[in-house]
């Protein structure tokens, strides 16, 4: 068939052929070898970035690079001034692929990709769908994603989405008479794969759960779900597979970077080690051994045009024990650094641990949809969530007294029960928000 997707990359300038010639010599590089090989690799763009990159030279500073670990952590505040100041010699924006970060860290930015390097980005999404018989040439997707709503911007969206061969659902109303529309597109439409927003997809299933179809039933061509950009819990991803009839994968990227981790078909997180180098940091900027908590820094192997060195994406996780140079396995993704609520003994606490013990309690019966939740005083709690009724009292101290337990004492809550909750512009929702200073 004719590979129209891999034809409109070429014809952006993106040289997938020679990257893909790059990414299967990787992946040729045996285990005993690997190690080598991300040292010789992050040391060659390290050395590349100081000799043409002003901005990473003015980071480095005076100091001549050495040792790996002596180089300074990257963060989004290294990038708050104009893209053309951060660009490489030789790169401007109109040889290099351009675009904005989704903000969702609540520091959104523009940053660049040399346009090798975002070949090799596409290089690697299309090998990890390959894994569950996904080919972007010919299946079709259902996508469930934001979309621009001004003219241009929704014209371009639409064009692109022809060419990637995929049908997309707006989000940004999932009302139960949408939910029915998506649902008769499903019947009528040879879907092979859902990709799209967790909390979106979700909802769809739950959906589903309420009308008691599983979706292979009306859509037999599905193979998998791919969700992406929020977290996915596990009863959430049991309840996917339920009502979808299919694997559901787990998919963590940043749109600076690459695809971070996959899930492969071992039910692993696998991190993707043919274009990035993951590390573990503790608060001192020690690299953490595997299998313990801490944040999670990247370095581009191959973005020649921009530096993004040592950089902090802002997430906290841990690598699996059994993680090796060739292979490392993402073992648990725990939340965004700034998704910490400070309490009034003097502790912190990640905000998921409140969404975690709110959702086994409120979601027990169906009638909770979705929920956020906003920290809006040091002691204080908003509990926003959709449902077909009320949370009744005894719900209410029921998780009053869960959340006590597993954090403290003396904390306020306050729910409000809301028609649709708000996400941002993207269509993403955020589910733990801290207005704490």
Avoid at 104 to 129: E, M, Q, Y
Avoid at 360 to 367: F, K, P, T, V, Y
Avoid at 399 to 427: D, H, P
Wanted: net charge neutral; glycine share 6%; proline share 3%.
């Amino acid at each position: 068939m004719f590979n129209i997707f891999n034809l409109s990359l070429r014809i952006k300038g993106f040289p997938i052929q020679e990257a893909s010639i790059e990414f299967e010599k990787n992946q040729a590089i045996s285990n005993d070898d690997y190690e080598n090989h991300i040292i010789s690799k992050r040391t060659e763009i390290v050395e590349y970035l100081i000799k043409n990159n002003k901005s990473y030279q003015e980071i480095i500073g005076n100091n001549t690079f050495t040792k790996w670990y002596d180089l300074p952590i990257m963060t989004k505040k290294d990038f708050q001034k104009p893209l053309a100041e951060r660009l490489s010699e030789g790169f401007t924006v109109k040889n290099v692929y351009v675009n904005k970060t989704s903000g969702s860290s609540g520091d959104p930015f523009i940053f660049a990709k040399d346009k090798f390097c975002h070949a090799l980005t596409w290089v690697n999404i299309i090998n990890r769908f390959g894994w569950f018989g996904i080919d972007f040439n010919t299946s079709l997707q259902a996508r469930f994603y934001g979309i621009p709503l001004d003219f241009i911007g929704n014209k371009k969206e639409r064009i692109k989405d022809l060419l990637s061969h995929r049908y997309r659902f707006t989000i940004f109303d999932l009302s139960d008479a949408v939910l029915e529309k998506i649902l008769l597109k499903f019947q009528v439409k040879k879907f092979d794969y859902i990709n799209g927003y967790t909390s979106s997809i979700v909802l769809f299933a739950k959906f589903l759960q309420m009308k008691n179809i599983v979706l292979t039933s009306v859509c037999p061509t599905l193979k998998c779900c791919v969700v992406t950009s929020e977290m996915l819990f596990e009863d959430d991803k049991l309840l996917l597979e339920k009502q979808f009839g299919v694997p559901v994968v787990n998919e963590y990227g940043a749109s600076e970077l690459d695809l971070i981790a996959f899930q492969n078909i071992e039910n692993e997180w696998q991190v993707n080690s043919e274009t990035l180098f993951v590390e573990i940091l503790d608060e001192e900027n020690n690299v953490l051994p595997n299998g313990k908590e801490g944040r999670i820094v990247i370095t581009s192997l191959y973005n020649k045009a921009h530096p993004f060195i040592r950089y902090d994406i802002g997430d906290i996780g841990i690598l699996d024990e059994k993680s090796t140079f060739k292979k490392p396995i993402l073992k648990k993704l725990i939340g965004r650094t700034n998704d910490i609520a400070m309490l009034p003994s003097g502790k912190k606490s990640p905000g998921l641990t409140f969404y975690y013990v709110t959702k086994s309690i409120i979601e027990d019966d169906g009638n909770v949809k979705e929920f956020v939740i906003k920290q809006t005083k040091i002691d204080t709690f908003e509990v926003e969530y959709v449902s077909q009724a009320v949370l009744t009292d005894s719900q209410i101290q029921n998780i009053e007294k869960a959340i006590t337990m597993y954090l403290e004492v003396g904390l306020n809550f306050k729910f409000i029960r809301k028609e649709k909750l708000e996400r941002s512009k993207s269509g993403k929702l955020k589910q733990f928000v801290s207005m704490v200073k």
